[in-house]
């Protein structure tokens, strides 16, 4: 967003604001933000100040300086997750994020955003799609339409509105039609950066390939989900028990057509008739601590799955926190028509 949009010069006039409010576009509530000669802000303005002025004298010559709320909520410094739950509750609709001098360096729509994770993520989409051929013969399995756009965008939109801004897409099999399609993510109002891989990698292996990473935790998932998974939720239970990794599954029923005995040699003790079992599956969506990828051989082949066994060999700490709500991985015709189908009652 371009903040000028929603700043105005404490000298201006209460005409002038009215102006500016009327041109707003970009955010879910008409509110200016005050700012001194040297940007710092000093104070918000609604049409709600402006018209308690008018009531009071009538002056429509009056600085908006003199009029804004100066009691205004704002966040400071805010690179650690933020609970926007406590400003819901309050009402907040718009929450501005100021610097130690009470600069802008953003703001944060809580109509549109879910929560603001300190974290980059990871989308794995370099695959060939081999089971949906003929499908991505020509066209690359995360760019397969799902209702108005690609499987990708969903996940990317959904990681938008939670707040992450830096996304790393990791590519192979017709991966120039994926960059293209995205470009480095700015008319998403976010940052994406494309990692390539020269041989399959495996589900964990493109991390090795970059540099650094800035954030203290990560997020990786496969790029041909379909999920609205509360990455808030995921987030917070990685933290709340300091794991080292946090998987999202998704309940998986196997149901036994027969008896199944219980045994001590070849005695039956009892039997269950049909009996159902639910297990916890891989999601294919995971939060690590960033110090694993020093685990990750670098440019080799290498599963996720590898490295949770050696978190898990090594003593780590591995979490899996179920998903609550829809998920559908789409690796084969019928799954892709699930979809579809779904997508058409949301």
Known sequence: MDFKNIIIHQDKTIIDGLKKLNNIREVSRLILFVVDDNNVVIGSLTDGDIRRSLIKDGDVEKRVGDVCNKNFVYEQNADSFLNLNSYRAKDIKILPLLDDEKRFVNIIDLEKTKA????????????????????????????????EKPIIEHNIDRLISFGIKKIYISLKY?????????GDGSSKGIEIEYIWEEEPLGTAGALSLVE?????????????LFTNINFEDLYKSFLNVNADMAVASTEYK?????????????????????????????????????????????NQFYDITDLMKNLITNGGNLIHAPIIGFWIDIGKPEDYKQAQEFIKHI
């Open 254 to 298: 196997v149901d036994i057509p027969y008896a199944v005995f219980e045994t001590e040699g070849n005695e039956v003790k009892d039997f269950k008739e049909k009996p159902s079992y639910r297990y916890h599956s891989n999601a294919g969506i995971y939060i690590l601590k960033k110090n694993l990828v020093k685990m990750i051989p670098k």
């Open 212 to 224: 650094n990473f800035e954030s203290e935790h990560l997020l990786l998932m496969n790029g041909d």
């Open 116 to 147: 603001v994770l300190p974290i980059e993520c990871m989308i794995m989409a370099g695959g060939r799609g081999k089971r949906l051929s003929p499908l991505t013969d020509n066209i690359p399995k995360p760019l397969l339409p799902l209702g």
């Open 174 to 182: 017709l991966g120039e039609k994926v960059q293209e399609y995205f």
